[in-house]
C-alpha cells in the first residue's frame, strides 16, 4: 500500500511513521504532488502555526491538490484544521474542505490544552473497536465547534468536534500517533477503510 504524509514543514512526522511500522505499514514522508495524488491513503498532518503552515500549502500548490484528492484523507491535529474554511489563528482562510470556523478556546481555561482527555459520541467505521470515552493525547489552543460533520467530541471549555468525516476526508484533532494501542487502532481503522 502506497501511503504519502505530506511533507509542509508543520508535522510531527517522525512519531506518525514510527506509529504506521508498527502497523506494518511504511509512510512516505513527500510533497510530490504525483506521488500524493496516486497514493492509496494520504495523511495531512501538522504542529504549529495556521497562517505560517497555509503559506507552505500555497507555496507548494498543496493548497489545490489537497481538496481534490479522491483517496482517503486523515488530517491530524493542525492538519484537520487546515482542512477548514478558516481559522482564527493568523486570520487564516482554510482549504474549505470542512464549512466550519476553527475557534481559540476561552480564556477560562488553560491554554494550550495539553495532555489526556477523551473522545465520545464515537460514530463511523473510523472507530471500529475503539470504547466509548477512551483517552486521546491533544495539543492545541483552537478548537473546531461541533458540526453536522462530527464523528466524536471532546469537552475543554465546552464541547467540540475531536473528529470529523466528510465523503474521503477524516480529521483528527487529537494525535493518535501518540495515543498508545488506542491511537494505533484507529489508524489501523483509517488503514483499512
Known amino acids: 500500500m502506497k501511503i504519502a504524509i505530506i511533507d509542509y514543514g508543520a508535522g510531527n512526522i517522525k512519531s506518525i511513521q514510527f506509529a504506521l511500522e508498527r502497523l506494518g505499514f511504511k509512510g512516505v514522508l513527500t510533497n510530490d504532488i504525483s506521488f500524493i495524488k496516486n497514493a492509496d491513503k ?14 507552505k500549502l500555497v507555496e507548494s ?51 494550550p490544552q495539553m495532555g489526556w ?15 466509548e470515552d477512551s483517552f ?5 489552543s483552537y478548537y473546531v465547534p461541533l458540526n ?5 467530541e471532546t469537552t475543554y471549555d465546552k464541547k467540540y468536534a475531536s473528529a470529523m468525516q466528510k465523503d474521503n476526508f477524516y480529521g483528527v484533532q487529537f494525535h493518535p500517533e501518540k495515543s498508545g494501542a488506542v491511537g494505533e487502532g484507529i489508524l489501523k481503522n483509517f488503514m483499512e477503510i
Not at 494520504?42 to 503559506?55: D, R, T, Y
Not at 481559540?104 to 481555561?109: D, G, L, T
Not at 486521546?136 to 492545541?140: A, C, G, Q, W
Open 42 to 55: 494520504v495523511i495531512f498532518p501538522g504542529v504549529g502555526e495556521a497562517s505560517s503552515a497555509m503559506n
Open 148 to 152: 453536522e460533520f462530527a464523528i466524536a
Open 136 to 140: 486521546m493525547y491533544l495539543v492545541h
Open 61 to 111: 500548490g498543496l493548497d489545490v491538490l489537497i481538496p481534490t484528492l479522491k483517496q482517503p484523507v486523515l488530517g491530524i491535529c493542525l492538519g484537520m484544521q487546515l482542512m477548514c474554511a478558516s481559522s482564527e489563528e493568523g486570520t487564516t482562510k482554510g482549504l474549505s474542505i470542512f464549512p466550519s470556523e476553527v475557534l481559540r478556546f476561552s480564556n477560562k481555561v488553560k491554554v
Open 117 to 131: 482527555n477523551t473522545i465520545s459520541k464515537l460514530r463511523n467505521p473510523f472507530f471500529k473497536g475503539i470504547l
